[in-house]
């Protein structure tokens, strides 16, 4: 089945440490993106990417890290420098290249806890 | 930059009764417009879809008219069932050119039988 994969669905870490949700899509789009969704706050964009090798900021950048290495795979590291990293964290993709429609394909999302 | 207002939830409903959901947004240039749907434990997907002034999205009943003198795209259904029990989220693309969406807060939706 064509679709985006995010793995872990759910992880508990401790303060000071750094995680790394991992998002697999198997749909050959060139773009991919990283939300926070938070209670009353609605899907806010961490990261995206629209072409292997690069990536842009998104409106809360700060903590996170990402790659792009191969166009399947966009990881997301949640760095200890993030000050308040509990949340439910949505990886998507859409077609890209010039040909962007608005719909994104989300994968069911990875919740992450501090401890 | 670029926003979109949802009206805030939840909002809870009998089975047969009409709803709507108001979405204003405001942008530098002429967006296009969404209305996604999160069902309890999934990701979003896309309900329906507006690129120009006046243009009407719909799907599964569901319907929003892309109003640009009051730039707004409220999201009405004649009869909810059950089922329609979800997340609503009002979205535009990113009028810079990025190909990126912003979205709303969201608005829960609960109908009862």
């Known amino acids: 089945d064509g679709g985006i994969t995010q793995s872990p669905k759910y992880l508990f870490r401790k303060e000071g440490q750094n995680v790394t949700l991992s998002c697999e899509q198997n749909l050959n789009h060139d773009a991919m993106y990283w939300y926070r969704q938070d209670p009353g706050q609605g899907l806010r964009l961490i990261y995206y990417?629209?072409?292997?090798?690069?990536?842009q900021k998104g409106d809360i950048a700060e903590g996170y890290s990402v790659s792009r290495e191969k166009k399947e795979s966009f990881p997301l590291t949640v760095t200890s420098a993030q000050k308040n990293p509990t949340a439910f964290y949505l990886c998507a993709s859409s077609i890209g290249s010039g040909a962007f429609t608005g719909e994104l394909f989300f994968g069911e999302g990875s919740r992450l806890t501090v401890l | 930059g670029d926003s979109v207002t949802q009206m805030e939830g939840p909002v809870t409903l009998s089975e047969e009764a009409f709803l709507t959901i108001n979405c204003t947004y405001t942008?530098?240039?002429?967006?296009?417009l969404f209305w996604y749907v999160q069902y309890p434990g999934e990701g979003l997907q896309l309900l329906l879809k507006a690129t120009k002034a006046d243009d009407k999205g719909s799907n599964k009943g569901f319907e929003a008219t892309y109003r640009k003198e009051t730039t707004s795209f409220h999201l009405e259904k004649g009869s909810v069932q059950v089922s329609d029990s979800a997340v609503y989220f009002c979205a535009l693309s990113d009028s810079g050119g990025s190909e990126k969406l912003v979205f709303g807060k969201g608005t829960k939706l609960t109908v009862n039988p």
């Open positions: 990417s629209q072409i292997v090798n690069d990536f």
């Open positions: 942008a530098t240039g002429y967006p296009s």
